[in-house]
């Protein structure tokens, strides 16, 4: 009885799962019922004239609608806030957390700010991509203009089997240099307070 | 942040004027000695350095980048990438006898800055071309190698009492560049290949800024 009980446990939570990711619709659909996340993560920047990706290590938090805390800890602390449309990156040195008063890239705050549509499933939000959903699933992200298309190729977005959860993005400059970020620890709708994407502590 | 910067700005302003320091003759044995350390201030053999960049720019604005810099001493050849902390190339550089740039994101796409850049990793990592004109030690006691490196500039190599050293560049006589090294609790390949953990650039003039660049791996490489 018991085993039958865990089988029909089991296909239906397979039947839930199955279905998340076969529209981008029904992505942001299952996305939209994420409030908050919070991840730890591991970046991997891949070069030609590196023998071993550079490994950098850290946590993120997000909250919806469009907060973000990007925190790095090995092999520098560094922690970035997106908050009500607000950029700030600040590093910390040998006398405590400076401000980066020059963080104007704006591919860079692209990328970011897309990382706020992706964790609510609006990958087709931003004027600068198309999204394709391939099978994978994973979703292939690519810029619309040719300028921007110099700067990043395209990015991957490999989807977790438990709906709302992104397992890896790749960001790819070109064939050979590429960003791999892969997320752990995972946990969803988590009450997060405010400060953490406002104050550095 | 304008504490820090203004004390910083107005110590550039001041040794901007600095002019290269006179050197007492030593006897010719301890001349070859120190000739001997101050060749052993740059890398021998093909490397691979990853520095974590704080830069300080005349608008007082502060960036961090990540940068990745193979070179070849031997070749004079440099490779050079620049990214963001998040792991964006924003530079991709090379220098074989000219620069040919591989990919630049404005501000760092211009010839200009690709020049800068390839002559401050020239002076920090190459051995100063051109012939060493004066061997001696300072009034302070270091000891100090020049060279000659073109009709203009002479490049000084100094080495301190603690082992670590300074490089200081003169244009007409006038400071433009200063790399200082700091060496810390270095590993054995470091301390080994007199790699610093740390070094601060300070690049003199109208359009001066400072430069913090912290070791994050240095890789000896095969031929």
């Known amino acids: 009885m018991a085993r039958s009980l865990s089988i029909i446990i089991l296909l239906i939570a397979s039947y839930l799962c199955l279905g998340w990711a076969d529209t981008l619709v029904g992505i942001q659909d299952k996305a939209g019922e994420i409030k908050s996340v919070t991840a730890n993560f591991i970046q991997e920047k891949h070069l030609k004239i590196l023998s071993k990706p550079l490994i950098s290590k850290g946590t993120f938090y997000y909250q919806a609608p469009q907060s973000l805390r990007w925190e790095y800890t090995s092999p520098f602390q560094s922690i970035l806030l997106i908050h009500n449309g607000n950029i700030k990156r600040y590093i910390k040195g040998r006398y405590g957390f400076k401000q980066d008063t020059a963080i104007e890239l704006q591919a860079m705050q692209v990328v970011l700010q897309e990382i706020t549509l992706w964790l609510r499933g609006r990958f087709n939000d931003n004027p600068n991509f198309n999204a394709v959903l391939e099978s994978g699933p994973k979703i292939v992200l690519t810029p619309k203009e040719k300028s921007f298309a110099a700067i990043i190729q395209r990015i991957e977005l490999m989807l977790s089997k438990q709906p709302g959860i992104i397992e890896t993005v790749r960001i790819y400059e070109n064939d050979t240099s590429y960003t791999k970020f892969m997320f752990n620890n995972v946990r969803l709708n988590k009450p997060l307070q405010d400060s953490i994407f406002q104050e550095v502590r | ?223």
């Open chain 2, 1 to 223: 942040m304008r504490h820090v910067c203004i004390p910083l700005l107005l110590f550039m302003l001041t040794v901007s004027c600095s002019t290269s320091p006179i050197i007492s003759p030593v006897k010719s044995l301890e001349l070859t000695k120190i000739q001997n350390k101050c060749n052993g201030v740059f890398p021998i053999g093909k490397w691979l350095f990853i520095h974590f960049i704080e830069a300080t720019l005349p608008s007082e604005k502060k960036a961090f980048m990540m940068g990745v810099t193979q070179i070849n001493p031997e070749k004079k050849t440099i490779h050079c990438i620049m990214m963001t902390i998040e792991g964006l190339v924003v530079f991709d550089g090379l220098y074989d006898g000219k620069i040919v740039i591989n990919r630049g994101i404005p501000p760092f796409a211009s010839d200009n800055f690709a020049k800068g850049l390839i002559s401050d990793l020239q002076l920090i990592f190459f051995h100063p071309e051109g012939r060493c004109i004066e061997t001696g030690v300072s009034d302070t006691g270091e000891w100090i190698c020049r060279y000659q490196t073109d009709e203009a500039s002479t490049v000084d190599v100094v080495i301190h009492f603690d082992n670590s050293w300074t490089i200081r560049r003169y244009s007409y006589h006038r400071l433009r560049r200063t790399i200082q090294a700091y060496f810390g609790q270095d590993s054995d390949l470091l301390h080994k290949n007199n790699i610093p953990e740390r070094m601060e650039l300070i690049a003199r003039g109208g359009h001066g800024y400072f430069l913090n660049l912290k070791l994050v791996k240095a890789e000896p490489l095969a031929e």
